[in-house]
Structures are given as structure tokens and as C-alpha cells.
């Protein structure tokens, strides 16, 4: 694929994760909603090697960046695509599984106008050339600084219509660089 050709290696990590690699591993604090019984499918059982409290069902592919910069040192550049499991109710725009794919580039020098262009490429490549982006500030825990990613509406060209709510704009992705407390939790030295 697109991202294979830009020098990424593809990796699947398991659909059961543990706290760490899922949470703290991520910034994620322990009172984040995310990390409630309500948003999340927890197992009951501890994980034997890390003594965590809970297996859980993923709700995110990020703990495949976790498992790979723990397994490998930079510069690395891999997507993780998976299934991930949330327990929302299923309406047309939300289900309790649905499919993700993570996107992680460490190597020196990177820069958030290095995420833009590559994102850029990737949204041409896969909707058309003649969408329109935009970049609008958000905040992960993860990540540093985050971003929400927006593309034209590819029905109506930004018009507005039924399918981007008549805004013109359909939201398509989070990014950002990976915030330094990550690398800090895998056991990277900054710099």
C-alpha cells in the first residue's frame, strides 16, 4: 500500500492489551474517562506478566506503538491497522468494533510539518486530489502537539450535504507528535 511505498512496515498487535500498554503507557491518567468501566471492555483477569489490574479489549491501536518502540530503538516508521472495541451503543455512526489504523514515524528530526505532508499525501492518495485540509488543535493525552485532521466533504466537494451534515467538512483522524512522557514510559532517552 500507500504507506509501504513511503518506507512503513505494517504491524498487528493483540486485540486483548493490558492497562499499561493500552493507558499509562499513553499519558492516559488513571481518572480519564476512557479508562472507566463504561467506555471500556475489561477483562476479568490479571495480566500475569505485569501484575496489571485488568486485560481489556483495545479501545485504540496506540498500544501497538507502545509494543513496537518497546521491541525495536528508532528510527522506525510502522502503521498498525486493527480492530478496536469500545461498548457504545450502535447508531449510524458508532459501533462497539470498528477498525483503526495507527500511524508512528520516530527518527531525528522530525517535525510536525513532516506529519502534515505525509498526511496530505495519504488523503490525496486515497480520497482525491482535489480535497481541501485542515488542521484544527486538539488534545491527547498521547501526543504533543495533537491535532484534529478535516477533510472537504469528497460528495459535495464542501457544499454541504447529508453525508458531512451540511458542513462541508468530514473529520477523519487525530495525529500529533508523540508526546515525550510516551517515549519516556518505552524507555526512550530524549533526544
Avoid at 4 to 23: A, C, H, S, Y
Wanted: glycine share 8%; charged share 25%; net charge neutral.
Amino acid at each position: 500500500g500507500l504507506f509501504e511505498r513511503l518506507g512503513f512496515v505494517v504491524q498487528e498487535g493483540p486485540e486483548i492489551e493490558t492497562e499499561f500498554n493500552n493507558f499509562t503507557a499513553l499519558n492516559i491518567p488513571i481518572d480519564h474517562p476512557s479508562r472507566d468501566a463504561f467506555d471500556t471492555f475489561y477483562l476479568e483477569e490479571r495480566d500475569p506478566k505485569t501484575k496489571d489490574r485488568f486485560l481489556l479489549l483495545r479501545s485504540q491501536t496506540s498500544p501497538g506503538q507502545i509494543r513496537t518502540m518497546m521491541q525495536h530503538k528508532p528510527p522506525l516508521a510502522v502503521v498498525i491497522p486493527g480492530k478496536v472495541y469500545r461498548p457504545d451503543a450502535v447508531d449510524a455512526s458508532h459501533s462497539f468494533m470498528f477498525h483503526q489504523i495507527e500511524g508512528l514515524l520516530v527518527d531525528k528530526d522530525v517535525k510536525f510539518s513532516d506529519l502534515k505532508g505525509l498526511l496530505t499525501v495519504f488523503c490525496q492518495k486515497f480520497f482525491n486530489d482535489k480535497i481541501k485540509m485542515r488542521f484544527r488543535p486538539h488534545f491527547f493525552p498521547f501526543t504533543e502537539p495533537s491535532a484534529e485532521v478535516d477533510i472537504s466533504c469528497y460528495k459535495c466537494e464542501g457544499k454541504g450535504c447529508s453525508t458531512c451534515v451540511r458542513k462541508g467538512w468530514l473529520e477523519i483522524m487525530g495525529c500529533g507528535m508523540v508526546n515525550p512522557k510516551v517515549f519516556e514510559a518505552v524507555g526512550y532517552k530524549p533526544g
